[in-house]
């Protein structure tokens, strides 16, 4: 399953075009999606009117939602980041580092648009969509 990440939601409704985006677009409905609670929360508190509000939040309800959090995860995340830490690079977002371990943990991959994920790819195995091709 891939987990799309706020920064491609984020620029899918603002009408952004990005390979991010038009692979989004071209896999509603034909490939398995899902998101995590702190996306579903990043993305939501974005909008300013509520009638868009209750569009995204009812369209982005109809994919499989996971739960980030909890003991195990918690303390992957920082097992994580100070690998990460201890290689020189300093991940500046709890909340990326808990997504990507998340991704990492569970064996999805993550269709994103941040390359705040990078250092989990090139250093954790952080499985992430191509988007060169």
């Known amino acids: 399953?891939?987990?799309?990440?706020?920064?491609?939601?984020?620029?899918?409704?603002?009408g952004v075009a990005s390979p991010a985006t038009d692979l989004l677009d071209a896999s509603l409905g034909q490939r398995e999606l899902g998101l995590v609670d702190i996306v579903l929360c990043e993305v939501l508190q974005g909008f300013r009117h509520d009638a868009d509000f209750e569009r995204a939040r009812d369209?982005?309800?109809?994919?499989?939602?996971?739960?980030?959090?909890?003991?195990?995860?918690?303390?992957?995340?920082?097992?994580?980041?100070?690998?990460?830490?201890?290689?020189?690079?300093?991940?500046?977002?709890t909340i990326d580092c808990l997504i990507a371990t998340f991704v990492i943990e569970e064996s999805h991959i993550l269709l994103h648009c941040d390359e705040d994920f990078d250092p989990f790819v090139v250093h954790l195995g952080l499985q992430v969509v191509d988007l060169s091709v």
């Open 1 to 14: 399953m891939w987990i799309v990440d706020s920064s491609v939601w984020i620029d899918y409704f603002n």
């Open 59 to 93: 369209a982005l309800l109809a994919f499989p939602l996971f739960t980030v959090g909890g003991q195990r995860l918690a303390i992957q995340s920082a097992v994580n980041y100070r690998q990460l830490r201890r290689r020189g690079i300093t991940i500046r977002k």
